[in-house]
């Protein structure tokens, strides 16, 4: 769980951790030089570790910072102001299990900043290839467990690191697995950095054109045009 300047947010989410019913966890928080009171909301337990970053390294090498620290065969990933269903590791965890797959994603709920729930819920495909990811990012980050030994360092930059992660990995794998339950809700804001719509194009152009992927300019700004499509209609959906 990456964290900076999440006092607000990141007790929730610690919370649906905490109430997992499986219970073989361990949490790791990398606080990233928050400047508010992020490091007092989070409990003293024995399977939470705390890392504070001596200097603002963004949310990419916060999380790559996280998976040096982790200790498990299975990596699932949090953010600070989303959270989990009660159930969500275990019915994960089985769902891994018994279908050999090595990565997978859950479908997603959506809340707004003031914990309002949206009806709007995006699915998850059973497998999910590698040309239908490249329409759009249908793995929220939050939802995502995959096997350590499979997983790829963030890489850094303005660009959806999560998603260039994901295509590179699907890629090679083959397919990501879904498992088509809501067991992530997902906390829209207003001030992430993937709600400027201008930025956030940017970021998926970068993430293609990152070496990870590694498509042409050409390439790279006609599957970002197919993206942002996708992604407005989305948008529209979950505020509908």
């Given amino acids: 769980m990456p964290a900076y300047n999440a006092?607000?947010?990141?007790?929730?989410?610690?919370?649906?951790?905490?109430?997992?019913?499986?219970?073989?966890?361990?949490?790791?928080?990398?606080?990233?030089?928050?400047?508010?009171?992020?490091?007092?909301?989070i409990p003293k337990h024995p399977q939470i570790i705390a890392v504070t970053n001596k200097a603002n390294l963004g949310v990419a090498q916060s999380r790559n910072n996280g998976i040096n620290h982790a200790k498990g065969k299975w990596l699932a990933f949090l953010d600070s102001d989303d959270l989990w269903q009660v159930d969500k590791l275990e019915k994960q965890l089985a769902f891994m299990e018994g279908s050999g797959g090595l990565i997978s994603?859950?479908?997603?709920?959506?809340?707004?900043?003031?914990?309002?729930m949206y009806a709007y819920m995006q699915r998850a495909k059973p497998k999910l290839s590698y040309k239908e990811l490249l329409k759009g990012n249908l793995m929220s980050c939050s939802s995502v467990m995959v096997r350590h030994d499979v997983m790829m360092p963030f890489p850094q930059g303005h660009l959806h690191e999560d998603y260039a992660v994901w295509l590179a990995i699907v890629k090679k794998l083959g397919y990501a697995c879904g498992l088509d339950e809501?067991?992530?809700?997902?906390?829209?804001?207003?001030?992430?950095?993937?709600?400027?719509?201008?930025?956030?194009?940017?970021?998926?152009?970068?993430?293609?054109?990152?070496?990870?992927?590694?498509?042409?300019?050409?390439t790279s700004a006609l599957l970002t045009v197919r993206y942002a499509f996708h992604s407005i209609a989305k948008r529209k959906k979950i505020k509908q």
């Fill in 7 to 41: 006092e607000k947010t990141i007790k929730s989410s610690i919370d649906s951790v905490l109430a997992q019913t499986f219970t073989n966890w361990e949490l790791i928080i990398i606080d990233d030089a928050s400047k508010d009171g992020t490091l007092a909301m």
């Fill in 105 to 116: 994603y859950t479908a997603t709920a959506y809340m707004n900043e003031s914990n309002e």
């Fill in 182 to 218: 809501p067991l992530l809700t997902y906390r829209m804001s207003e001030g992430s950095k993937s709600s400027n719509r201008i930025s956030s194009g940017l970021m998926t152009y970068n993430a293609y054109r990152n070496c990870l992927v590694g498509y042409g300019r050409v």
